[in-house]
């Protein structure tokens, strides 16, 4: 076992504070990492404060994870010493069924997450996340991680960035499509920069007037504030395909009435309470679709920060020292963050 040191939430109402526990040792097929920056994503939150109502403490959270590779099993074939690698929200999954088979498997019913969830390696144990200083991870699971980019600027893109890239590429967005985004936080901000990537003509759609300068730079092609209704209603039946990021209860009929016939909306963001049903009519009568969207499979997400590494594409972010996380925590609840915390772990140890 190897000493591993990490901020951890010890229950739902406490601030994060530090914590010391054991990794597992390097198994044939491990690659160990020294994690260097972590994204700190919402879920975490959510996760920390028990908000979803499966949480088990104490909890370390992290699942945006870049570093660098100290140690490889015997069995293992696509990393050494020294490779930069990456861990996303899953390091397990049964690996037989067909989801696993078709390479998703973000939708194994035996998936294992990186963090807050059974640790099939260490049974009567939970994973443990990268607020910490190291993490042994199966080598089907590590990512290779580019040199082009930087590090602490991609850290987000092993969440954020794949849960924008998943559906805009399941959806085939891409020239001569009109596709929108709601939300220009964390992962609005990525799917803004994806869906202009792929050719289409990207148009942002948020709450806040103050945005829209920050939504051009980061490639959209217009701005509707969406609670201006006769701005919605110029755009309405014109979209091919809408991307709807908020994790917050909303109206969701504004944005089906904007569909094409044919159209789909896919919602990424889960909020922890339900959002007003949608009218049955908005779907039937133009043959929309309403959709829901996860991660990407390893394969997937690989092919993503490879995609990244052609195109110049990271997230941008504010790197903060880990001893700030229960203020970054609050800043996120105020959306106060242009895009993504990102923590660097090197802090970590001037807290041990």
């Given at each position: 076992?190897?000493?591993?040191?990490?901020?951890?939430?010890?229950?739902?109402?406490?601030?994060?504070?530090?914590?010391?526990?054991?990794?597992?040792?390097?198994?044939?097929?491990?690659?160990?990492?020294?994690?260097?920056?972590?994204?700190?994503?919402?879920?975490?939150?959510?996760?920390?404060?028990?908000?979803?109502?499966?949480?088990?403490?104490?909890?370390v959270p992290g699942h945006e994870i870049v570093g660098r590779v100290t140690q490889v099993g015997s069995h293992v074939k696509k990393f050494k010493a020294g490779d930069l690698a990456g861990v996303g929200c899953l390091v397990d999954s049964c690996g037989?069924?067909?989801?696993?088979?078709?390479g998703l498997e973000q939708f194994c019913n035996q998936s294992v997450f990186t963090y807050n969830s059974p640790d099939k390696q260490s049974p009567g144990q939970s994973t443990?996340?990268?607020?910490?200083?190291?993490?042994?991870?199966?080598?089907?699971?590590?990512l290779k991680i580019s040199d082009k980019l930087n590090l602490a600027a991609t850290a987000p893109l092993l969440c954020a960035g794949i849960t924008t890239y998943s559906p805009l590429r399941h959806w085939n967005v891409g020239p001569g499509q009109k596709v929108g985004i709601v939300g220009l936080g964390g992962l609005g901000h990525m799917g803004v920069k994806f869906a202009k990537a792929f050719g289409a003509h990207t148009v942002l759609?948020?709450?806040?007037?103050s945005k829209v300068e920050d939504a051009k730079r980061?490639?959209?092609?217009?701005?509707?504030?969406?609670?201006d209704a006769a701005q919605m209603q110029q755009h309405a039946l014109s979209f091919d395909f809408i991307l709807n990021t908020v994790a917050a209860p909303h109206d969701l009929d504004q944005f089906m009435g904007l569909l094409k016939r044919d159209g789909s909306m896919c919602l990424v963001g889960v909020p922890d309470s339900p959002h007003p049903s949608p009218s049955v009519a908005n779907l039937i009568f133009k043959r929309r679709k309403l959709a829901g969207s996860l991660i990407?499979?390893?394969?997937?997400?690989?092919?993503?920060?490879?995609?990244?590494?052609e195109h110049n594409i990271t997230s941008d972010i504010e790197l903060i020292p880990i001893q700030e996380i229960n203020t970054a925590f609050e800043r996120i609840l105020k959306s106060d963050v242009k895009y993504r915390f990102v923590i660097?772990?090197?802090?970590?140890?001037?807290?041990?």
């Open positions: 076992m190897t000493k591993a040191i990490s901020y951890a939430a010890h229950d739902p109402k406490s601030p994060l504070s530090p914590f010391t526990f054991e990794r597992r040792e390097v198994g044939a097929n491990d690659v160990q990492i020294e994690i260097l920056y972590c994204g700190v994503c919402h879920s975490d939150l959510h996760q920390a404060r028990d908000e979803w109502g499966n949480s088990t403490f104490p909890m037989t069924c067909p989801d696993c088979a078709e443990y996340g990268g607020y910490s200083n190291l993490i042994v991870v199966d080598e089907r699971f590590t759609f948020t709450t806040s007037p980061l490639g959209a092609d217009e701005v509707v504030i969406s609670k990407g499979g390893i394969k997937e997400t690989q092919e993503m920060l490879d995609f990244c590494a660097d772990i090197a802090s970590l140890k001037q807290a041990a």
